[in-house]
């Protein structure tokens, strides 16, 4: 069974209040200053998590385009056994997980290692920025919105 709609439901016409307000939270932390290659690292994370396969690929297309490296990008599901992440970021993507995964909460060791890396102020956006993904993953995912195309995808398959 496929997941993708035979007719693609255009969120931004059907609620376009809706899609302003969760796109202002979402470019809220860049606007903060938190660095955009770190923002698309968490942000393809928290896609992988939920199953979003249109966000995954627009945060991968979005990250190639601001030089995030292709070893990098495919590494991030498994960051903690990747030595190229640097403290911050992973910082970052543990918090992350334990915003994406609440089951079992925030633990005192996640939340100290975000705390070491991480002000207050920059937290705090940062967990808008995770809150916003995840309200785009649960759109992706419940209207099936299929992943963009690569551009230039027959030159890249050449390579």
Known sequence: MSH????????????????EIVQALGHAASKAGIDKQLLELIKLRASQINGCG?????????AEK????????N???VWREAPM??????????????LTVLTGGVNDEVYAQARAEFS??????LSSAIASINVWNRLGVAYRWTPAARPNAAAAAAS
Do not use: M, N
């Open 120 to 125: 207050d102020r920059e937290l705090a956006y």
């Open 4 to 19: 993708a709609r035979s007719e693609p439901i255009d969120y931004k016409a059907l609620a376009p209040d809706a899609y």
């Open 85 to 98: 992440f640097s403290s911050r970021e992973r910082a970052a993507l543990a918090w992350t997980e334990a």
């Open 54 to 62: 249109f966000c995954v690929q627009h945060h991968i297309l979005i």
């Open 66 to 73: 601001l030089g995030v490296s292709t070893d990098k990008l």
């Open 75 to 77: 590494l991030v599901v």
